[in-house]
Every structure is written in C-alpha cells, then in structure tokens.
C-alpha cells in the first residue's frame, strides 16, 4: 500500500522553505504581472528546485560541504547580480511602466528572461542550503522506498508554488493598470534585491573569514 506521509513531508518542507520574499520570487511575480514569458520562467524554477532537491538526496550535499570556497564564489556573484538589478528596479520607479492587454513597454526576449531567473536561481548560495543541504539531507533520512515520493512531493510543493505566483499574478493585473502600483512593487523589489545583496557580502565574508 502506498504510504503518502514521506511525499507530504517533502511538500511541507519545501513549501515552508520557497514560500517567503526573495529574488526569485519578485522576479516570477513581476514576469507574471507582466504576462510575459511565464510558463517557461515558472517551468525553469520548478524543475529547478526538483533536480537540485533530488540531487541533494542522491549525495550532492556532502559535496558542496567539502568545497566552502564554491560557496563564497557563489554569494559573491550573486551579491553582484542582484545589485544590479536591484538598481535597475528602483530606475524602473522612477518611470514606472503602464500594465496593458497587450503587455508592458520594455519587453525582454525568452533567453533574456531565463538568463535572469537562472541566475536568481543558481547565483544565491541559499537555494544551495535550502534544497540541497536541508531538503537533501532530510530526504537522504528516508527509509527505503520513501525517497522518491519525498522528492515528488517537494518538487510538486515548488511546482505548486511558481504556478501560482506566476499565473496568478493576472488576477493583480486591474490593480497594476495604475503606473503608480508598478513604481511600488518596482521599489519594494529594488530594496528586497539590495538588501538581499547586502546579505550576501556578508555571507561571502563571514565563510571567508
């Protein structure tokens, strides 16, 4: 008989893990809001999460574990990137775009926006932890036989999770056909980048210390 407890506690600790603010998130909302490129952007995110998770469970923590200075390099990079686009953001309020049927001005191209979520995704150090080293972990402590449903069930919590904030973003749409809803979320994203930035320094300092 098949037992569904290890494939919900990989979906609650997922979700309890991806749910929250952060450069990956604001980066799917605001794709979503903006009706562009979503199904792939959400589709790279979840099978993301679901080859690192599953990477974890094979051994792959132990791994990273032994390499501190790929870390540092990482939250190095990822410091610098978000950065970036955290001052791109908050350029973005100052002249706000207007959300219309058809999309919004300064579309970018499909390989442009998985360039982007692909480095949100593997530039931050803390989706290591999070999918590799917690999820991974948790998920190598399964009996046998329970590792695959636990890997399901995580990688369908993530799944749940981008489909959601990504298409879901539509029903948001009415309210975003003001410019001034659009600087808003532009500076709450530009600051959450910043400051995840920010966090990332002294990340990379801390391990190189």
Same mark, same amino acid.
């Given at each position: ?11 609650? =600790? ?11 998130? /604001? ?14 952007? *959400? ?12 990477? @974890? *469970? !094979? &051994?792959?923590? /132990? *791994? ?21 686009? &955290? ?5 973005? !309020? ?6 219309? /049927? ?8 499909? @390989? ?28 190598? !402590? ?12 995580? @990688? ?28 808003? =979320?532009?500076?709450?994203? &530009? ?5 995840? !930035?920010? &966090? ?10």
């Amino acid at each position: 008989m098949f037992d569904p407890a290890p494939l919900l506690t990989g979906f609650a =600790l997922s979700a309890g893990l991806i749910i929250a603010i952060g450069s990956q998130n /604001a980066f799917v909302l605001r794709q979503g809001l903006r009706r562009e490129h979503v199904g792939p952007v *959400v589709a790279f995110c979840a099978l993301a999460d679901l080859v690192l998770m599953a990477a @974890g *469970v !094979a &051994g792959l923590g /132990a *791994v990273i574990r032994g390499l501190p200075g790929l870390v540092t390099l990482l939250a190095l990079g990822g410091a610098a990137f978000l950065g970036w686009y &955290g001052l791109a953001a908050l350029r973005r !309020a100052a002249r706000p775009d207007r959300l219309l /049927a058809q999309g919004t001005g300064g579309a970018v191209s499909l @390989g442009a926006a998985l360039a982007q979520v692909a480095a949100f995704t593997l530039l931050n150090p803390h989706v290591y932890l999070d999918t590799v080293l917690l999820v991974g972990s948790v998920g190598a !402590a399964q009996p046998d036989g329970a590792q695959v449903p636990f890997v399901a069930g995580a @990688g369908l919590a993530s799944a749940t999770w981008f489909a959601a904030l990504g298409f879901g973003a539509r029903l948001l749409a009415p309210w975003f056909a003001r410019p001034a809803a659009w600087r808003l =979320l532009d500076l709450l994203i &530009g600051v959450t980048m910043l400051v995840l !930035a920010a &966090g990332l320094l002294g990340y990379a300092a801390g391990e190189g210390a």
